[in-house]
C-alpha cells in the first residue's frame, strides 16, 4: 500500500488526563496500533501537557517499531525537546492554548523567517520537517522555501463542509495543494478531521503518501478494540472506491 497511516494516540492520553490515572496508555495503543499494520505513530507534545506527557514521548521513542511523527509548535523549548528525543519526523503546527485542537494550518507564508531558522535547527540534527499548513498553494510555495521535508495538509474544512458542492471546493484544493507540493519534491501527508465516513476521497489522490488520523480511531477503538479500529481505517485508505 503507498500510503502510511499514522494513528495519532493524543486522545488515549485525554482519557488518562480526565482522572490523572495510568491508564489508558498511548504507550500500549501505539503498540496495538503498530500491531495492526499503522506505519507512524503520531503525537502532540502541547505547551500545556494537556494530554501527552514528556513520559510519553521518552517511552514511545523507546518503543516506536516504525516512524515517531512529533508534533509541536515552532518554539526554542520544543526544539530542545526534539533535540534529545530525535523523533523521526517533527511535525511543526499552530498552537493556542484555548483552542480544543488544532483550528488551522501554519501561517508560514507571513513568518517565513522564524520558520526557516527553526526548520534549519532541527534539520542540523539530523531531524526530518513537516508543516501543517491550509490546503493553499501560497503556503505551499512558502513551505518549500523555507526548506521543509514535507508538508502537512489541514483537511478541516474538507471534512466541516455543509454540503456536496462546498465538499468538492475544498477536495480540490487539496489535490491542488497535494500536486503542487509533490512538484517542489516535498513529501505530502494529509489529517484534520478524517474517519471512517470521509477518507476514501483523500485516499485517493495519489500525491498524498500519508495520513494521519486520530481521534476518530480512539473514539472507535472504545467501541471495537484499537487493533480493530486501525484495521478497518486501513482496509478504507487500501480500497478507496
Same mark, same amino acid.
Given at each position: 500500500m503507498g500510503q502510511r497511516l499514522g494513528v495519532n494516540v493524543d486522545h488515549v492520553a485525554t482519557l488518562r488526563q480526565a482522572r490523572?490515572?495510568?491508564?489508558?496508555?498511548?504507550?500500549?495503543? +501505539?503498540?496495538?496500533? $503498530? /500491531?495492526?499494520?499503522? @506505519?507512524?505513530?503520531?503525537?502532540?507534545?502541547?505547551?500545556d501537557r494537556r494530554h501527552i506527557q514528556d513520559r510519553d514521548l521518552r517511552i514511545l521513542r523507546d518503543t516506536v517499531q516504525t516512524l515517531l511523527n512529533l508534533e509541536m509548535a515552532a518554539t526554542a523549548e520544543?526544539?530542545?525537546?526534539?533535540?534529545?528525543?530525535?523523533?523521526?519526523?517533527?511535525?511543526?503546527?499552530?498552537?493556542?492554548?484555548?483552542?480544543?485542537?488544532?483550528?488551522?494550518?501554519?501561517?508560514v507564508a507571513g513568518q517565513?523567517?522564524?520558520?526557516?531558522?527553526?526548520?534549519?535547527?532541527?534539520?542540523?540534527?539530523?531531524?526530518?520537517?513537516s508543516l501543517f499548513i491550509d490546503p493553499d498553494l501560497d503556503q505551499v510555495?512558502?513551505?518549500?522555501?523555507?526548506? +521543509?521535508?514535507?508538508? $502537512? /495538509?489541514?483537511?478541516? @474544512?474538507?471534512c466541516e463542509a455543509r454540503n456536496d458542492k462546498e465538499r468538492a471546493r475544498e477536495l480540490a484544493r487539496i489535490v491542488d495543494a497535494a500536486k503542487a507540493s509533490a512538484k517542489l519534491g516535498m513529501g505530502v501527508a494529509a489529517g484534520h478531521g478524517l474517519n471512517y465516513d470521509n477518507v476514501q476521497a483523500i485516499a485517493r489522490?495519489?500525491?498524498?503518501?500519508?495520513?494521519?488520523?486520530?481521534?476518530?480511531?480512539?473514539?472507535?477503538?472504545?467501541?471495537?478494540?484499537?487493533?480493530?479500529?486501525?484495521?478497518?481505517?486501513?482496509d478504507l485508505m487500501r480500497d478507496p472506491g
Open positions: 490523572r490515572t495510568v491508564y489508558p496508555d498511548p504507550v500500549t495503543a +501505539a503498540a496495538l496500533a $503498530e /500491531l495492526a499494520g499503522a @506505519r507512524q505513530i503520531t503525537i502532540h507534545l502541547r505547551e520544543m526544539v530542545k525537546i526534539a533535540y534529545e528525543y530525535k523523533p523521526d519526523v517533527v511535525t511543526l503546527v499552530p498552537e493556542r492554548r484555548e483552542e480544543l485542537t488544532t483550528e488551522g494550518g501554519l501561517e517565513r523567517e522564524s520558520i526557516a531558522k527553526i526548520i534549519k535547527n532541527l534539520k542540523d540534527g539530523e531531524i526530518a520537517v510555495r512558502a513551505s518549500h522555501k523555507v526548506n +521543509a521535508d514535507r508538508v $502537512e /495538509l489541514h483537511t478541516g @474544512r474538507y489522490i495519489q500525491e498524498i503518501d500519508e495520513l494521519n488520523i486520530g481521534h476518530a480511531i480512539v473514539g472507535r477503538a472504545v467501541l471495537v478494540g484499537f487493533e480493530r479500529a486501525v484495521r478497518e481505517m486501513l
